[in-house]
Each structure stands twice: as structure tokens, then as C-alpha cells.
């Protein structure tokens, strides 16, 4: 069956470190994948979008890298703040309709 | 510019009753979609509007899930009867052309049946 991962457990990190969120995917050929971010009570919000044929994108301070043969994605943000502690949802577009299917979300927590 | 509307923002009611979610997308946005995220789980896609046409519903449950957007704009889902696993948060979003380049979503209802 198909399936798009994100670690459960949350991710407790100091601020000034870099924060590292990863997804997986299966039986999946997405041309597409992106990552939100979501707060408690509000909608998701976007946040980057990778191409298949990108292998890193990058804004600001936050970094997305899209291995195809891996089945992966990293999203990481660097001299992380506790303002950027929210849960961050990857979504692929699965059958290449331009629908995005999410993950479950990884919850990060950052202490000061 | 505005952002996706949403109302109302909480909704309680009891098993077998009905209720209807109202959203209105940023303007010139011609996709809308409706999402369901149940509690620790990430939104899962119900319905997609190209317009006013329906362009996938293959998740939507459509025994008692409807949806419509009449004249292309405003939007509204509605569950009849509703049942306990219908407790959720129900987030519109909306996109200007094909969603690749990011969704806009509202702040969602948030649905208890009880």
C-alpha cells in the first residue's frame, strides 16, 4: 500500500541547533513534494516546494533536500528558535494531479 | 490579501444530527479543497473543486458527506447523519491554479460529535 512517514515522536532540540525533520515514502512517484507547517488550532501553512529533478531547495533559514531514489525528504531549519516550535507536515503529490497527500506530521520542539 | 474563511470555527452535536461547513477562498483562487485531519493525524484530502466542478471526491464518503460549490467561489461541506468518527477538523483551502506552488488553508471547524 502506499504510505508518506514522518516520525511520531516529537523532536526536542536547544535553540541555535539545527533541527533535522524527516519523510519517507512508498510505491510513490511524486513530481512534487512539499512542507507546511502547522501551529495548535490553525491551518497548515506552506512553506517550500521540491522538484523530482531538485535535490536541495532552500529559503531563509530552512533547507529541503528530495533523494527519488531513496524515497526521502529532509527538511531541516538551522539556528532553530522556539518560535519554531510547531508540528511540520510533508505532502506529496501522488499521482501527478497536482492533489497533495500529507503525512502525519512531526511535532518540534525548540528549548531555549 | 485575505485569507481562506471558515465558519463556523467549533461545532458540537450529537450523533445522527446534521451540520454544514461554510469556506470562501481567496479570491481569483479556482481550486478549492476540503480536508479532514482527525486528531495527531495529517489532513486527508475529501474533495477537490476545479471551479465549480468537482475534479476528485474519490475520498469523500458519499453516503452522508455532500459538497458543493455553486458559481465557482463559496463552498460548503456538509455531513448528514453525522457519527462519532466524524469528530475531526475540517480545513478549506484553496489554490490558484494547480496546488503545486502551495495551498492557502483556513483555520478549519473543528467538529465534536458526541
Known amino acids: 500500500s502506499q504510505k508518506i512517514e514522518q516520525n511520531s515522536e516529537a523532536l526536542n532540540i536547544q535553540e541555535g541547533k539545527t533541527a533535522t525533520l524527516t519523510c519517507n515514502y512508498t510505491?510513490?512517484?511524486?513530481?512534487?513534494l512539499q512542507w507546511y507547517r502547522q501551529d495548535p488550532g490553525r491551518g497548515p501553512v506552506f512553506l517550500l516546494l521540491?522538484?523530482?529533478?531538485?535535490k536541495e531547495k532552500r529559503k531563509e533559514r530552512l533547507k529541503v533536500t528530495f533523494d527519488t531514489t531513496l524515497k526521502q525528504s529532509l527538511f531541516h531549519i538551522t539556528a532553530s528558535q522556539p518560535a519554531d516550535s510547531a508540528t511540520y507536515l510533508c505532502?506529496?503529490?501522488?499521482?501527478?494531479?497536482?492533489?497533495?497527500?500529507f503525512g502525519s506530521g512531526t511535532k518540534l520542539n525548540v528549548k531555549p | 490579501e485575505a485569507g481562506v474563511a471558515q465558519s463556523p470555527r467549533y461545532k458540537i452535536i450529537e450523533k445522527r444530527q446534521s451540520v454544514a461547513f461554510w469556506c470562501n477562498p481567496i479570491?481569483?483562487?479556482?481550486?478549492l479543497y476540503w480536508y479532514q485531519q482527525i486528531l495527531g493525524q495529517g489532513p486527508k484530502l475529501l474533495i477537490q473543486?476545479?471551479?465549480?466542478?468537482?475534479?476528485?471526491d474519490s475520498q469523500l464518503p458519499k453516503d452522508r458527506f455532500s459538497a458543493e460549490r455553486l458559481k465557482g467561489v463559496d463552498s460548503t461541506l456538509k455531513i448528514q447523519p453525522a457519527k462519532l468518527e466524524d469528530s475531526a477538523v475540517y480545513l478549506c483551502?484553496?489554490?490558484?491554479?494547480?496546488?503545486?506552488?502551495?495551498?492557502?488553508f483556513g483555520s478549519g471547524t473543528r467538529l465534536t460529535v458526541v
Open positions: 505532502a506529496l503529490d501522488i499521482d501527478n494531479f497536482n492533489k497533495f497527500y
Open positions: 510505491n510513490y512517484s511524486p513530481a512534487y
Open positions: 473543486f476545479q471551479n465549480n466542478g468537482v475534479v476528485d
Open positions: 483551502a484553496s489554490s490558484r491554479g494547480q496546488g503545486v506552488n502551495g495551498y492557502t
Open positions: 521540491i522538484r523530482e529533478n531538485e
Open positions: 479570491s481569483g483562487h479556482a481550486t
